[in-house]
């Protein structure tokens, strides 16, 4: 197992010290996180920084581009729970969170608890599933609980979800209800390797790698739930400015102001902006936000909460280009 890091005695979250600590933790897991995926680096930083900030993430890319190991090598590192459901045209809600049976021995009804009550759950290919089983996930992101028979259940802490897609104009699929897409704290896109890297892959398979056996590979846990939870602790004590607050709100506004977008960013979405960007600090050394690391977040917070006009469609914009658009336009506070 990997060395350790000791935050119990880190009372203010703001020294140098704690930051210090953060920074070495992202450090080891990205080391081993490059121990069997190449290429993701972005991908990998994303979702620590999900992690931290108590998001979840909607990975979207083709069959075979890794998703699922991600969610499995994230899962490691930090001596999570996993668990995984795949999603099917024929998977109904109570496949997800679970169901009352009646016990013939004992003449008593039970509860029969879903795979969703993990720590990290891997939705593969979530929108393979029709929107009703797809919104059995919406209290569980959104409370961290989940009612079945009409009893309430707490989930485990930490809990986080990791949905997988395949691209919407792919066949068998269905768009994913606005509700349940507001509740992703990011959207990843995972796309092909380039040769060079593709190339590494295959040299590791014939070398023996298996993605079944993480262990085998030399992965090894880096934190633990107990020490995560004091991170996050720490990490909500990083400042925000009054300028940067409204650059915020500067920035969700244009979107909703934008031509080429029919539905721009709700006041979630400028929540979201703000809790992940406190983390993304932190893990550049920082005890308080600068403008740039909540441009570098746009993208990945927005993409999948808002929705592009059909004339921008056909100019041949996606979501990021219009965010490059609108971020050039806006004035970035000092």
């Known amino acids: 197992m990997a060395e350790e890091i000791n935050v119990t005695d880190t009372t203010n979250p703001q020294t140098a010290d704690g930051i210090k600590m953060l920074q070495t933790l992202a450090a080891q897991m990205r080391e081993q996180a490059a121990r069997v995926l190449v290429g993701q680096d972005e991908a990998i930083d994303l979702l620590i920084v999900a992690l931290l900030t108590r998001g979840h993430v909607l990975l979207e890319g083709v069959p075979g581009t890794a998703k699922t190991l991600m969610a499995k090598t994230l899962a490691r590192l ?16 109570s496949d997800v969170v679970g169901t009352v049976v009646f016990d013939l ?17 891997l939705a593969d290919e979530i929108n393979r599933a029709p929107a009703k089983t797809q919104s059995a996930l919406l209290e569980a992101m959104e409370e961290r609980q989940v009612s079945i028979e009409g009893d309430t259940q707490a989930l485990p802490e930490p809990f986080m979800v990791i949905a997988t897609q395949n691209p919407v104009e792919m066949d068998g699929t269905y768009p994913l209800p606005e509700a349940q897409l507001d509740r992703f704290l990011f959207k990843v896109k995972i796309g092909y390797l380039p040769q060079a890297e593709e190339v590494e892959v295959l040299k590791r398979y014939h070398a023996g790698f298996d993605a079944h056996d993480l262990a085998a590979a030399g992965l090894t846990p880096v934190i633990n739930p107990g020490q995560l939870a004091a991170f996050r602790q720490m990490i909500q004590a990083v400042r925000v400015e009054d300028g940067v607050l409204n650059y915020i709100t500067t920035i969700t ?8 977008l029919a539905l721009g960013a709700s006041t979630r979405a400028g929540v979201a902006l703000l809790m992940a960007s406190k983390t993304f600090a932190a893990l550049r050394g920082r005890d308080y936000v600068a403008p740039d690391d909540i441009k570098a977040l746009v993208p990945p917070v927005l993409r999948h909460r808002v929705y592009l006009r059909p004339e921008a469609e056909i100019e041949g914009l996606d979501t990021d280009a219009v965010f490059r658009r609108i971020l050039a336009q806006l004035e970035v506070p000092r």
């Open 78 to 93: 930090v001596e999570a729970e996993y668990r995984r459901i795949q999603f099917t045209p024929d998977l109904m809600p």
């Open 105 to 121: 021995q004992s003449g008593q009804f039970n509860l029969k608890r879903g795979p969703i009550f993990t720590q990290i759950l």
């Open 253 to 260: 506004d244009a979107t909703r102001r934008s031509p080429d």
